[in-house]
C-alpha cells in the first residue's frame, strides 16, 4: 500500500518509499526557499558594504575630506575602480563613469573598535553572523560564504599588517564539506589554523554545527567534526565541541537547517566566549 507524506516533511526528495507527487513537490519547494533565504541573507551583507562605500564617494564628490579604508583585495576578487568610458552619438566628448567592485570577503578595516593585542578575533562563515562576545573583548568578523582558503586569505592580509590578537576562533567547514574533498578541507583547515598561530599565542577551532541540510552534508560534517576534535589537541589548537551542544536540538538551527536560530546563536557565543575564557 502506498502512503502519503503530506505531513512528513523531514522526509528528503531522494527518500525511498515517496510516493506521492505533491508532497515530493512540497518538499523540493521548501528546499528551494531555504536556498532562497541564505542568499538573501548573504545579499543583505553585501549591501550593507556597497551603501558604506557609496556614502563615502557621495561625501567626496562634495569636496568634504574623506578618510576611509579601502578594502584590501584577495585572490578571490579584484576591488579595484575601473573607468569606463561611455560614448555618445553626435559629441566628441566623453564622460568617465566610475564603476566600483566589492569584494565581500575583505579583510578587518581599521574599525575604532579594534585593537589589534588586547582583543580576541573570532573569524569564520556566516554561521558567526550573530555570534556576540562582550567578555573577553572579541572581534567577530563574518565572512558569508566563505571557505577555509578565503579565511585563510583575509588572515594573511592581516598578518601582512602586523596584526596579534590575544586569541584567535576559527570557524569553517560547513561550505567546504559542499566540494567533496575531505582531504584538501583538511589540509586547507591546517593551513589556516598554522598562519594564526603565528598572529595569536591561542588558536581555537570552532567545531561544525549538525546541519539538518541532508543526510550527505550531516555526514560529511560529523567526520569533519571527528577528525578535528582529534587533530586539534594533538597539535596544541583548542577546540570547541558545537556537536554535542547542537546535536538533537532542531530548534537551535533556522528553517534551512543550517544556519544557528536566535537561540542557536546565543549557544554558540556562550561556547566561544567560554573557551576564550578557559584556553590558555
Same mark, same amino acid.
Given at each position: ?22 508532497? *515530493? ?6 528546499? #528551494? ?14 549591501? #550593507?558594504?556597497? /551603501?558604506?562605500?557609496?556614502?563615502a ?6 569636496g ?6 579601502v ?14 568610458? +561611455?560614448?555618445? +552619438? ?11 567592485t566589492?569584494?565581500?570577503f ?23 553572523r =550573530? ?15 566563505a ?11 592581516? %598578518?601582512?599588517?602586523? *596584526?596579534k590578537?590575544?586569541?584567535?576562533v ?5 561550505? !567546504?564539506? /559542499?566540494?567533496r ?5 583538511? =589540509? ?14 591561542t588558536?581555537?577551532?570552532?567545531? &561544525? ?7 550527505e552534508?550531516?555526514? /560529511?560534517? $560529523?567526520?569533519? =567534526? ?6 586539534? &589537541? ?5 577546540f570547541? !565541541? ?6 538533537? +536540538?532542531?530548534?537551535?538551527? #533556522? +528553517?534551512?537547517?543550517?544556519h544557528? $536560530?536566535?537561540?542557536? %546563536?546565543?549557544?554558540? $557565543? ?6 576564550? *575564557?578557559?584556553?590558555?
Amino acid at each position: 500500500m502506498h502512503l502519503c507524506h503530506m505531513y512528513s516533511l523531514s522526509i528528503s526528495v531522494g527518500d525511498e518509499g515517496f510516493t506521492c507527487d505533491k508532497c *515530493r513537490e512540497i518538499v523540493r519547494l521548501t528546499e #528551494k526557499i531555504s536556498e532562497l533565504e541564505t542568499r538573501i541573507q548573504t545579499l543583505i551583507e553585501d549591501s #550593507k558594504n556597497v /551603501r558604506a562605500l557609496d556614502t563615502a564617494l557621495d561625501a567626496s564628490s562634495s569636496g568634504s575630506p574623506v578618510h576611509c579604508s579601502v578594502p584590501v583585495t584577495v585572490p578571490l576578487q579584484q576591488g579595484n575602480w575601473v573607468t569606463v568610458r +561611455r560614448h555618445s +552619438r553626435g559629441s566628441k566628448h566623453h564622460s568617465s563613469v566610475p564603476i566600483k567592485t566589492l569584494n565581500r570577503f575583505s579583510p578587518l578595516s581599521d574599525a575604532p573598535t579594534e585593537k589589534p593585542g588586547e582583543s580576541a578575533l573570532v573569524i569564520g562563515d556566516s554561521i558567526v553572523r =550573530n555570534v556576540k562576545i562582550e567578555t573577553p573583548a572579541t572581534i567577530v568578523q563574518c565572512l558569508p560564504g566563505a571557505r577555509a582558503p578565503d579565511i585563510l586569505a583575509n588572515l594573511k592580509v592581516l %598578518a601582512n599588517a602586523k *596584526r596579534k590578537y590575544s586569541k584567535i576562533v576559527i570557524h569553517a567547514g560547513a561550505n !567546504d564539506v /559542499r566540494l567533496r574533498q575531505s582531504e584538501i578541507t583538511k =589540509n586547507k583547515i591546517k593551513e589556516v589554523c598554522e598562519l594564526a598561530s603565528m598572529m595569536s599565542d591561542t588558536v581555537i577551532c570552532s567545531g &561544525p554545527l549538525p546541519a539538518y541540510h541532508g543526510d550527505e552534508m550531516h555526514s /560529511r560534517l $560529523s567526520s569533519l =567534526n571527528g577528525w578535528m576534535s582529534k587533530w586539534c &589537541p594533538q597539535n596544541n589548537i583548542g577546540f570547541i !565541541d558545537n556537536w554535542t551542544s547542537f546535536c538533537g +536540538r532542531p530548534d537551535l538551527l #533556522k +528553517r534551512d537547517g543550517l544556519h544557528p $536560530s536566535w537561540g542557536g %546563536a546565543a549557544l554558540l $557565543s556562550r561556547n566561544m566566549a567560554h573557551s576564550l *575564557r578557559v584556553c590558555t
